[in-house]
């Protein structure tokens, strides 16, 4: 039986929409790759964006904080290799500002299993999952309550990377990325790879 009450549970929905409205290096990828290839393609990357998310979540409600806790190396490791796995890609979007638009079918990666790398190479979310969790709901949470914390989360990221991917797709939207294609992969690629460099160099 369920025991977190609809209060809390809309509580959840309203922070967690907030933080998801906040730039990040999922937003910014599936951004440009609506742009780019359009809502197709795009919408597959965001639904694997809204999956990686969605198992931080997961893993907070299996206690992964606790573990990062005990062993402070283990999240010094995971926020290097996400970092370095950002940079990565953020360095590609900058080589890659020049060439020629893709076919469609082409995708550059544009699939639902890149879309999760990408948002789990983020540890970030599992800490916002994670003071979410510990913030609204009791400490002693039974598996229907985690199934149903789990389910929203999953929905409300389905949601927006959707809602994301379908408006950044939007034909006066893509016309104004063709003209300065250049300049916008330039700039996503270098935002991307300083969130990742962020993430390395903070303690």
């Given at each position: 039986?369920?025991?977190?009450?609809?209060?809390?549970?809309?509580?959840?929905?309203?922070?967690?929409?907030?933080?998801?409205?906040?730039?990040?290096?999922?937003?910014?990828?599936?951004?440009?790759?609506?742009?780019?290839?359009?809502?197709?393609?795009?919408?597959?990357?965001?639904?694997?964006?809204?999956?990686?998310?969605?198992?931080?979540?997961?893993?907070?409600?299996?206690?992964?904080?606790?573990?990062?806790?005990?062993?402070?190396?283990?999240?010094?490791?995971?926020?290097?290799?996400?970092?370095?796995?950002?940079?990565?890609?953020?360095a590609k979007m900058w080589r890659h500002a020049?060439?020629?638009?893709?076919?469609?079918?082409?995708?550059?990666?544009?699939?639902?299993?890149?879309?999760?790398?990408?948002?789990?190479?983020?540890?970030?979310?599992?800490?916002?999952?994670?003071?979410?969790?510990?913030?609204?709901?009791?400490?002693?949470?039974?598996?229907?309550?985690?199934?149903?914390?789990?389910?929203?989360?999953?929905?409300?990221?389905l949601f927006f990377y959707t809602a994301l991917?379908?408006?950044?797709?939007?034909?006066?939207?893509?016309?104004?990325?063709?003209?300065?294609?250049?300049?916008?992969?330039?700039?996503?690629?270098?935002?991307?790879?300083?969130?990742?460099?962020?993430?390395?160099?903070?303690?």
């Open positions: 039986m369920i025991q977190i009450t609809a209060d809390q549970l809309g509580l959840f929905v309203a922070t967690l929409s907030v933080a998801i409205l906040s730039p990040g290096p999922g937003v910014i990828a599936v951004s440009q790759g609506a742009f780019a290839l359009g809502r197709t393609r795009a919408l597959a990357y965001g639904w694997g964006l809204a999956i990686g998310a969605s198992v931080w979540c997961l893993f907070a409600l299996l206690g992964l904080t606790a573990l990062f806790r005990v062993a402070p190396w283990t999240l010094v490791l995971l926020k290097m290799l996400g970092g370095a796995y950002l940079i990565w890609i953020g020049a060439d020629p638009l893709p076919e469609a079918s082409a995708g550059r990666g544009m699939g639902i299993w890149s879309g999760m790398a990408l948002n789990l190479s983020n540890p970030k979310p599992a800490l916002f999952y994670s003071a979410v969790l510990l913030s609204i709901f009791p400490a002693a949470l039974s598996p229907a309550d985690k199934g149903a914390i789990f389910a929203v989360a999953l929905s409300v990221e991917a379908s408006l950044m797709a939007l034909p006066l939207l893509r016309r104004r990325y063709y003209a300065a294609k250049f300049w916008i992969d330039r700039g996503a690629g270098a935002a991307i790879a300083l969130l990742g460099l962020s993430l390395v160099l903070r303690p």
